[in-house]
Every structure is written in structure tokens, then in C-alpha cells.
């Protein structure tokens, strides 16, 4: 009983490992994207914005309006830096975004999937 509860508590800790480098991989690939798109890096490098930075949710664009001016912003904690755009990147981001998504769609169609033999349904 012991051996099945040590193997079952390392394989959720590599599974747990595995989603986080997923994560992180995710955040990577959007943070190019997001510098891409031309948005800005804002160090986060007083306490008052240390304080803003981790008051943001994570790893998530979201909207903000200040003085009628639309304002996008992405908080990355880990690297302790804030990135912010305007419409004009947003938009640039989101089509950026769609054109990866196309090209990871297209990648996996035109894989070989005879490799793995036939199909058993």
C-alpha cells in the first residue's frame, strides 16, 4: 500500500512539473507575441509598482481606461515587469495570435498519422 501511494504521489508531482513548464511555455510564447505586437516593458522595479504588479491578475491581457484612452496591460510577475499597448498593438496581437494558431492547426493536419498504424475505433 505504501509503494502504490509513493508511485502515485511522484507521478503528481511530474504531472504537476509537466503543467507547469506548459504554463510557463504558454506565458514565454505570448510575452513574444505581446513584444512583437509592439507593446511596451515596464520594469516593475519600485515597491509602489511591485505592489500595482502583483495587485494585476497573472498572465492574462486585460483592458483598462484612463482618461478615455483604452490601455491593454499583461502582468508577469515571475519576471516582475508589467507590458502595456494601446488598440493599435492589441489589435496587432490578436492577429499575431490567430496567425499561430492557424500555423499549429495547419501543422497538425499535415502530420503522418498512418505512422501510428491503423485506426481501432
Request: glycine fraction near 4%.
Amino acid at each position: 500500500m505504501k509503494i502504490t501511494l509513493v508511485v502515485l504521489f511522484l507521478a503528481m508531482a511530474v504531472l504537476s512539473g509537466g503543467c507547469a513548464l506548459l504554463r510557463e511555455s504558454e506565458a514565454s510564447s505570448k510575452e513574444k507575441m505581446l513584444v512583437a505586437a509592439g507593446f511596451q516593458i515596464r520594469p516593475a522595479d519600485t515597491p509602489q509598482k511591485q505592489a500595482a504588479l502583483s495587485a494585476l491578475t497573472p498572465y492574462k491581457i486585460q483592458m483598462r481606461t484612463k482618461a478615455n484612452a483604452v490601455h491593454y496591460t499583461y502582468a508577469d510577475p515571475k519576471q516582475n515587469r508589467l507590458y502595456i499597448g494601446g488598440a493599435k498593438e492589441y489589435a496587432a496581437y490578436q492577429k499575431l495570435s490567430l496567425q499561430q494558431e492557424i500555423a499549429e492547426e495547419q501543422e497538425m493536419a499535415s502530420m503522418d498519422w498512418d505512422m501510428w498504424g491503423p485506426w481501432v475505433w
